[in-house]
Nanobody, 120 residues
Framework: VQLQASGGGLVQAGDSLRLSCAASGRTSSIIAMGWFRQAPGKEREFAAA????????YYRDSVKGRFTISKDNAKNTMYLQINSLKREDTAVYYCAADRGARITTTPDYWGQGTLVTVSS
């Protein structure tokens, strides 16, 4: 499975942004997909995930209410809508996919990151 993330950029605090992650290859093996982020000088952390079959979503507590994860199975694409961006959202955002139940911890597949920079 290959994952291609896109949609990052330089935005201002309070803006909204939508990230995309397109999956290709053996996508039939995917059980769940998700987003992680790594802020400068910090460890990578789980942000959000979605079940590929039933659309059930999971969020890190600190992003609930501002982040919305969604998917388009027909396009094998996952999205992350981020509203009311804050400077602390500045990070490299990575998409991930898993064939089991480890999407929030150690997913099987990683995409390249897309940088989101939030200016005040």
């Amino acid at each position: 499975v290959q994952l291609q993330a896109s949609g990052g950029g330089l935005v201002q605090a309070g803006d909204s942004l939508r990230l995309s992650c397109a999956a290709s290859g053996r996508t039939s093996s995917i059980i769940a997909m998700g987003w992680f982020r790594q802020a400068p000088g910090k460890e990578r952390e789980f942000a959000a995930a979605i079940s590929w079959s039933n659309g059930q979503t999971y969020y890190r507590d600190s992003v609930k209410g501002r982040f919305t994860i969604s998917k388009d199975n027909a396009k094998n694409t996952m999205y992350l809508q981020i509203n009311s961006l804050k400077r602390e959202d500045t990070a490299v955002y990575y998409c991930a996919a898993d064939r089991g139940a480890r999407i929030t911890t150690t997913p099987d597949y990683w995409g390249q990151g897309t940088l989101v920079t939030v200016s005040s």
